[in-house]
């Protein structure tokens, strides 16, 4: 069974920088696509960030220019760099890993960015 462990959120000033780790076990990270989710206070759970097997990338658009995400195959981790971080960034983030259709997610990590 996959497993998905976030950690690296915390609290930073707007304009700050975080990175999100998401460390996956019970399976190869090469062989799962990885997604970064976020939900806010009274918000849906919202898209951030998307990686594929192949290692393309796809970002919402409130967070281009802004967060990159990346994998480390050896170390089964999943990163998400966040940079110029506004209030509006604040959220419980999740990391969601995709195998054979069937999706697994970690318990998320909050972020809050204070102004």
């Known amino acids: 069974q996959v497993q998905l462990v976030e950690s690296g959120g915390g609290l930073v000033q707007a304009g700050g920088s975080l990175r999100l780790s998401c460390a996956v076990s019970g399976s190869s990270l090469s062989s799962v696509i990885m997604n970064w989710h976020r939900q806010a206070p009274g918000k849906q759970r919202e898209l951030v960030a998307g990686i594929t097997t192949g290692g393309s990338t796809t970002y919402a658009d409130a967070v281009k220019g802004r967060f990159t995400i990346s994998r480390d195959n050896p170390k089964n981790t999943v990163y998400l760099q966040m940079n110029s971080l506004k209030p509006e960034d604040t959220a419980v983030y999740y990391c969601?890993?995709?195998?054979?259709?069937?999706?697994?997610w970690g318990q998320g990590t909050q972020v809050t960015v204070s102004s």
């Open positions: 969601k890993a995709i195998m054979r259709d069937i999706p697994y």
